[in-house]
């Protein structure tokens, strides 16, 4: 079936990944057609006041019909077959040897065939808490040799540099029974190594001859321990990529409490990959699916967002569909990375603050909206704790909170002045509830300001410190005073940050697609290739930008809630990348920020569903769709799915574009 469908489609997993998605949708339309299940209907939303036009009254969130549950659960498991399909291996090595002195020398010994042509070299991390004074971490100058007879002997290669949990292979052509790996720096780890056949895809069978610290507690035999977990054609399934070299070593330190080794981040999403990386060891799968699942688990609380915005089951499920079809979602999903965390508890507060927004404490009850407060404020600092780039979005909060709290002061004032003038035309429920404003607006405002210095700033400053418990950061261990400086130390690291690197963007390169950052590309034994290429899709990055920009107007002009929301949470991901950040800074940086776009875009097809134009209904219907078959034409692109070169350079539109 995969090469049907790589004939077909150019793209290897497309076919059986199709069969897969249509399997689970057809379980879905039975449970949903038989099951007996009991489905709410929507519910009567906001009570104007006849004669309070100023008055914004709570607006109550809407119950969930069964079209809802449809849309989230296809969208969801679709996305979420995708989303696991072909994310990595569970075989990967894991026992390092590091050695116990300088120099130090093992020799191994091919014990059948002594014919090979590669070198295979992996290295992890060590053991940290052996040596207090450094980091057990990498390849220095390994020298690898080869003997006939053990005692004359030939330099075959030296290894030294490569990235960790990377691959290092070194072809030649060498015949010897006996190999020396001779380790000159105590830093020096090596995972696993392994010598593949001349004449045949396979490894020679190797055994230790020789170990200079065969009674110390990392003997050479965790060199060839593995040799059934070593790939032989490897390629993203098999190792890390990109920013992989740094967060899974991080989980792993994290896993066996190991002293770390250049945090420059918050470790709560850490946490998680470590947590996945106990349940199911150290290999390429273990440390993917926590941001997998937090891909998936985006989708269901992005359509609640919609709904809560527009009330509609068909724009939910529009919004959804476009963000289940974003390019920058799924790649970004599937790399062991901490944005997939981050984004979710961003997108988590907007939701309570969204509440917050349509919740009005004069018709409602203070005591519910405060509640709504503390859960944004827990979301805020566990966003926060997770990455930094949390507090950006926790502007476009400040701001959405001091404009409803205005608006709540506004109402208060016209409700003294109503009271003030002909009492008699307004109703009993209106008269209890025009003094209830006029005698509570002050107290209700001066303590949902003194409650707000606890929700978003006390709460999420005990939560940042509390995530560092179970990270072993400083050998003096774990304190408030050593939390603050590894903030100092975080912040001047990102400052001072003078790296460079070849598929690096500007801001003004996110809002029209125009430099995707490549991940991933390596062709593999059988001639397909394997691209991972990180960026929107176009089309909503192209749609997206105009419609930014009407929504700023309806926010502006209109004073448009919904405008508001969708404007305040766009700018302040987006504005910190245009006049704060100075350094090298990728395309993924945009990924908070595409959440907004998303939401504007759903916000511009809502007013034309609105308008109820045929030709303009036709047209949103034919971009949605256009958005999935983009998506499903880029996943060979995206997702390292088995494609051609050729087709490769097909999906190369434009010059900037480079996916292998």
């Known amino acids: 079936m995969r090469s049907l469908s790589l004939r077909l489609f150019q793209d290897a997993e497309l076919l059986p990944m199709v069969l897969c998605c249509l399997c689970a949708v057809l379980v879905l339309w039975l449970v949903f057609r038989f099951a007996p299940i009991r489905w709410k209907e929507d519910q009567k939303q906001e009570k104007k006041q006849e004669h309070l036009p100023w008055f914004h009254g709570t607006r109550k969130t809407s119950k969930w019909t069964k079209k809802d549950w449809w849309y989230v659960s296809v969208l969801t498991v679709c996305y979420a077959i995708v989303s696991f399909w072909q994310l990595g291996s569970t075989k990967f090595p894991s026992t390092t040897w590091q050695p116990s002195t300088t120099p130090q020398s093992v020799v191994l010994e091919l014990t059948e065939d002594t014919h090979f042509d590669t070198i295979y070299a992996i290295y992890g991390e060590g053991d940290n808490n052996s040596n207090l004074d450094t980091y057990q971490l990498g390849f220095h100058d390994l020298q690898i040799s080869g003997s006939e007879d053990g005692e004359n002997w030939q330099e075959l290669t030296t290894l030294s540099d490569g990235s960790i949990y990377q691959y290092k292979l070194v072809t030649g052509d060498w015949n010897y029974r006996y190999i020396r790996i001779t380790s000159v720096n105590k830093n020096d780890t090596l995972t696993e190594i392994g010598f593949k056949a001349a004449v045949e895809k396979k490894f020679l069978p190797v055994a230790v001859k020789e170990d200079e610290g065969g009674t110390m507690e990392y003997p050479a035999t965790l060199l060839i321990d593995e040799q059934d977990k070593l790939a032989l054609d490897p390629i993203y399934l098999n190792e890390s990529y990109f920013d992989e070299v740094y967060h899974p070593r991080n989980a792993w330190e994290i896993a066996n409490g190991e002293y770390m080794y250049a945090t420059v981040h ?312 245009v006049t704060l950040v100075k350094r090298c800074v990728f395309a993924y940086h945009f990924y908070p920020t595409s959440f907004f776009m998303i939401l504007a875009i759903a916000y511009c097809i809502e007013r034309i569903w609105k308008k109820n134009n045929s030709s303009l209904n036709l047209w949103a219907r034919i971009f949605l769709i256009a958005v999935a078959v983009l998506f499903v034409m880029f996943l060979p692109a995206t997702a390292g799915f088995c494609t051609t070169t050729a087709y490769i350079k097909f999906l190369e539109w434009f010059p900037s574009w480079y996916f292998g």
Not at 344 to 349: H, R, S, T, V
Not at 478 to 495: A, D, K, L, T
Not at 566 to 575: E, N, P, Q, V
């Open 266 to 577: 918050p470790l709560l999403g850490t946490c998680l990959i470590a947590l996945s990386i106990k349940l199911f060891g150290m290999n390429p799968l273990a440390w993917r699916i926590p941001g997998v699942l937090f891909g998936i688990f985006l989708i269901p609380l992005f359509y609640g967002i919609l709904k809560r915005l527009f009330q509609k089951e068909k724009v939910a499920g529009a919004g959804a569909l476009m963000l289940a079809c974003d390019f920058m979602h799924l790649a970004t999903s599937r790399i062991a990375t901490l944005e997939p965390f981050s984004v979710f508890w961003i997108l988590l507060m907007y939701r309570f603050m969204i509440d917050y927004c349509y919740t009005n404490y004069y018709d409602s009850s203070l005591k519910d909206s405060l509640k709504t407060l503390l859960k944004c404020g827990i979301a805020m600092g566990i966003g926060i704790a997770t990455k930094w780039t949390a507090c950006y979005s926790a502007i476009g909060l400040a701001v959405l909170l001091f404009m409803t709290l205005g608006v709540r002061v506004h109402e208060s004032h016209c409700a003294v002045k109503a009271l003030a003038g002909d009492a008699s035309k307004y109703s009993a429920e209106e008269l209890e509830l025009l003094q209830k404003m006029a005698g509570n607006g002050k107290a209700y405002f001066w303590k949902t300001i003194a409650w707000c210095f606890l929700f978003f700033i006390g709460i999420p400053i005990v939560i940042y410190w509390v995530s560092y418990l179970p990270c072993k950061v400083w050998r003096d261990g774990w304190s408030i005073s050593n939390v603050w400086s590894q903030c100092e130390y975080m912040y001047h690291y990102h400052i001072n940050l003078k790296a460079t690197h070849p598929y690096q963007s500007t801001w003004y390169q996110w809002l029209f697609d125009i430099r995707p950052i490549w991940y991933f590309g390596r062709m593999d034994a059988e001639g397909m290739y394997h691209s991972i290429s990180c960026f929107s899709n176009p089309l909503l990055t192209w749609a997206g930008f105009p419609a930014i920009l009407y929504v700023i107007k309806r926010a502006l002009k209109d004073r448009d809630r919904n405008a508001w929301i969708i404007a305040a949470g766009y700018l302040s991901a987006f504005l910190p990348w």
